[in-house]
């Protein structure tokens, strides 16, 4: 911790007396009480750019899923399950906010009924009917005077495609892509960054690097956009 | 580490020379490479288990979905994600186990297809069929020369009709009942051990207190069995 501190207080700080307001982790759907859908994700990439952030200067809300892993020092975390928690939690700081970044994992669709008790096990089959979630970037993207958005793409195939389509569709200003078979649970990741400009790779490295890779584009998009 | 070496150094050994072969953690069912279906379980309650087997002398294969927890000291630990997985690797030691404790939360359907690559969203709902898991403690329990073979029941409500119903089905020598509201995800737990001669409920505590307390019942059914 101190180590960190020291690293912190000499590094330059860009992104000073910005708030970033991002998610980070899986959402939980549930079924019932002990059951529900969820996705792949650690919540290390998420934590890692929270880290980042903070060391480049911002001040970071971290809207989070349930993830096992220590609230970064400096980082205000506000635990959530559901997509719909979620979705809760950014609105209501989304307006304040000078970036969102959205790292979770939304889950797309939860399921229309959830039991209050245990479903208990009968018969072969079992048909789970699901309902859309909210798209929570698109609709902070979406707001009036909407801070600067960044998203993430995780694909198993065609990513440029995508991501690209991301990009556009949701109106972000950038888009961190990674194949899933890349980064998902371990400690390294492979992204490549989309914005306006077109494609740029950044090379395979710890979770921490490639973090302070995206801050380090993500400080100078905003500076171009402050001087434009 | 120090401290636990020496305590089990002049712990009672009841369970030397047994082999306890058992589960823990969740189970995780694809749906995509990005989704799956869960069931909420920490992992905690079997891993604080698995220590408390080894301090009673035991030599302990772990087969452990997918957690957050260390490895315990002298555990044998084997690791997957569905529940066929974990069926597979229960199946080829379950024949060389005095005991088998099925602790896991085993999803009991998994998704019929799952597709290689990521679901797209399209439309407001969507539909997953599911089938039937294989129902690893009932299989186990059925063996030939079965082992001494120990289920958890998490319940949301009736408890006791739910757990003694178990540990008739599937003919089991021993259940632990446990209601989700008292346990999962927390560091406590409280649980009520259900047996032939009844049920027998130990009072809230630490998770590896409790965990003392049903390998101490475990091994006088052992010694009791022994002395038939």
Not at 34 to 52: D, E, H
Not at 64 to 89: F, N, W
């Amino acid at each position: 911790a101190i180590r960190e501190a020291l690293i912190a207080f000499f590094q330059p700080k860009p992104l000073s007396g910005k708030t970033v307001l991002m998610t980070a982790g899986p959402t939980y759907e549930p079924i019932d009480p002990v059951r529900g859908i969820t996705n792949i994700s650690s919540g290390k990439m998420g934590y890692a750019l929270a880290r980042a952030l903070v060391m480049a200067g911002a001040k970071v809300q971290l809207v989070s899923g349930p993830v096992a892993l220590p609230t970064p020092q400096g980082v205000e975390r506000i635990d959530v399950h559901t997509a719909r928690e979620m979705h809760r939690a950014v609105m209501l700081r989304a307006a304040k906010a000078d970036v969102f970044v959205g790292v979770a994992a939304v889950a797309d669709y939860r399921s229309v009924e959830v039991a209050i008790d245990k479903i208990k096990k009968a018969g072969e089959g079992l048909t789970i009917e699901l309902t859309r979630n909210p798209d929570i970037l698109a609709e902070v993207a979406s707001l009036p005077a909407a801070p600067f958005c960044v998203g993430f793409a995780a694909e198993s195939q065609n990513l440029d495609v995508y991501a690209s389509g991301k990009l556009a569709a949701k109106r972000l200003k950038l888009v961190v892509g990674n194949l899933v078979q890349d980064g998902m649970g371990g400690d390294t990741n492979q992204v490549v960054l989309f914005d306006a400009d077109g494609s740029h790779p950044l090379p395979r490295a710890s979770k921490t690097e490639v973090a302070a890779g995206i801050v380090a584009h993500l400080a100078r998009m905003l500076d171009a956009a402050a001087n434009a």
